[in-house]
């Protein structure tokens, strides 16, 4: 059973298929994104894969290779969350005495994405000061990396703290990844962000084969939350933003379509039943 990590996965792969094992792939490489030569090993070195998006389904069938889609994972670790949190008013008591409405800013984890995007979210608060905005510190950075970009700006920062900030959030400026998907999955509006260097960017456009970067339109089929990339985000974000926190028509539409979504990732329990399909095929009790 192969779990992610493609880059040792897939060679083991080849090892197990030479030894005659039945190999599972749980959570395949985004072949349907990039880098499309993986197929023909998905297809020649496993006897079954388990995806996690519903749209995979179709481009691995297509490709010929065996696929089973039972529902996704973090619907049970956000879920499992909100059961034991104890609600945002605690939290929020715990990080202080501001009872404004908090805007979530999730500007991702690598040193180069912060500072491409940071420094437009903080400038989003300048312009909404009955919010207060907060950011989801990377656990692997050092608070004093963020220290520049927040100085004087009143905006607060939390480290290992994503998704009690998520829970008690209003609205959000995500950088596209699975913080899109967390974020809607805590029916929090969103506005996605991403923002590389030039060069980056178009080798990016050449190799990568997708409509949307974020995960929710890439479930739902279709553009729900808006997506900034590699434009001024202050100024095309910020409105997207804007609308969100004052037009309660805007957030609600946005709600409406998370319903849908969580429809498409399926109820809690995903990584339970994949493991008694597995269980079933080693036993060779169905096809």
Known sequence: ILVDFPGFNLRMARYARRLGLKVFYFIPPKVWAWNQ????VLRKYTDRIFIIFPFEKTFYENRGI???????PLVDEVEGFRINSGGSGEWRKSVGPDRRPVVALLPGS?????????????RMAADHTDYQFVVAGAPSLEPSFYEPFLAGSGVGIVFGQTYHLLESAEA????????TLETALFDVPQVVVYRTGPLAYAIAKRIIKIKFISLVNLVLGHELVREVIQKDIYGSAGPVLAGILVDERTAGEIREGYRELREKLGEKGASGRIAARMVELVKGERE
């Open 66 to 72: 065996s696929v089973e889609y039972f529902g996704n």
């Open 37 to 40: 030569k993986r197929v023909e």
């Open 110 to 122: 690598r040193r180069r994405e912060i500072r491409a995007l940071l420094p437009a979210m903080v």
């Open 172 to 179: 959000g400026v995500i950088t596209s990844g699975t913080a």
